[in-house]
């Protein structure tokens, strides 16, 4: 499996991005998939995530603002992230896995700088 996250950039805070990863490669063993966020110097941290069955959760500091979703094909998943704050600043990874919580694959990662 294979992932390539994208549509990072430069925003001001109050604005909005959407992320994409694409997905590629035995689609059919990935059963959930998340996105987690990073800054320097610390762990990454879960933002979404979605799994097959259409279960979704959101830790509180981002729900409201970022929503996950996925083609029916599940060949992509993105975020939606309005409301950006300084704080959402850092590198989004997209991760796929068989199981929640178990996400054997990652992407690159994107970088998300917001502004103040």
């Known amino acids: 499996v294979q992932l390539q996250a994208s549509g990072g950039g430069l925003v001001q805070a109050g604005g909005s991005l959407r992320l994409s990863c694409a997905v590629s490669?035995?689609?059919?063993?990935?059963?959930?998939m998340a996105w987690y966020h990073q800054t320097p110097g610390e762990l990454r941290n879960l933002v979404a995530f979605?799994?097959?069955?259409?279960?979704?959760n959101y830790p509180d500091r981002v729900k409201g603002r970022f929503t996950i979703s996925r083609d029916n094909n599940w060949n992509t998943v993105y975020l939606q992230m309005n409301s950006l704050k300084p704080e959402d600043t850092g590198v989004y990874y997209c991760?796929?896995?068989?199981?929640?919580?178990?996400?054997?694959?990652w992407g690159q990662g994107t970088l998300v700088t917001v502004s103040s």
């Open positions: 991760a796929a896995g068989p199981v929640l919580g178990s996400f054997d694959f």
């Open positions: 490669g035995s689609i059919s063993s990935i059963n959930a």
């Open positions: 979605i799994t097959r069955v259409g279960n979704i």
